[in-house]
């Protein structure tokens, strides 16, 4: 009997010992979480129309994406972002079980950047004038409305369908009335522009890159 009692103790102990390791772990990873987005929110106050974001996710798919780079394999997936009323969204193309629908996605920069299913994300900007400024967010716009699918094969000549950073570098070269053509590369694989052919681009500078707590 005595042992019984002792091995019930044991096992209540252990089971006790268990959940309140878990309750801590819950309460820590619930702290980073919060820390990462007040890390986003940070951003916010430094982001201008026509700002390009990146983001590196950490999923299979991401991991993918990234190994088709050029040459930086920081991110692994890019938008256009647009500050409307008092939200800034981000406008994206993408694709599989991300975005059933497969049209060009608008979503707030918290959900696109979400530090549980990525590490980092980047703002990056180009010089872009007033004008030119108003115009891409007008070609964005037109190709949101017009529900621009995403491009399966990742055919850079074809103008109906994009992939993430077509859809970016094409908004961009139009607003700037063609001035990005001839960073297009059509002699190397990758065919057309990688993501990080946008953000190492010439004209483009950094604002802020931000890696999150794990």
Do not use: W
């Amino acid at each position: 009997m005595k042992g019984r009692l002792f091995f019930l103790f044991l096992l209540f102990y252990c089971v006790a010992c268990k959940q309140s390791t878990e309750i801590k772990d819950n309460k820590i990873n619930k702290e980073i979480l919060a820390n990462n987005f007040q890390q986003i929110d940070s951003v916010k106050q430094l982001i201008k129309n026509g700002d390009i974001i990146f983001r590196n996710g950490i999923d299979d798919v991401s991991r993918a994406a990234r190994s088709m780079n050029r040459t930086d394999t920081s991110f692994s997936h890019c938008g256009i972002l647009s500050r409307e009323h008092d939200s800034i969204f981000v406008y994206h193309a993408i694709g599989g079980i991300y975005n059933p629908s497969q049209k060009l996605k608008r979503e707030l920069i918290d959900s696109f950047c979400n530090p549980s299913e990525n590490d980092a994300l980047g703002i990056y900007r180009y010089n872009l004038k007033k004008q030119e400024e108003e115009k891409l967010g007008s070609i964005v716009k037109s190709y949101f409305n017009a529900g621009l699918k995403f491009d399966l094969y990742f055919n850079f000549q074809s103008d109906d369908v994009m992939y993430c950073s077509e859809f970016v570098f094409k908004s961009l070269n139009q607003s700037m009335n063609g001035l990005l053509t001839k960073y297009v590369r059509m002699d190397t694989i990758p065919f057309g522009v990688t993501t990080d052919d946008i953000f190492l681009n010439e004209n483009c500078r950094l604002i802020k890159r931000q890696h999150f707590r794990k």
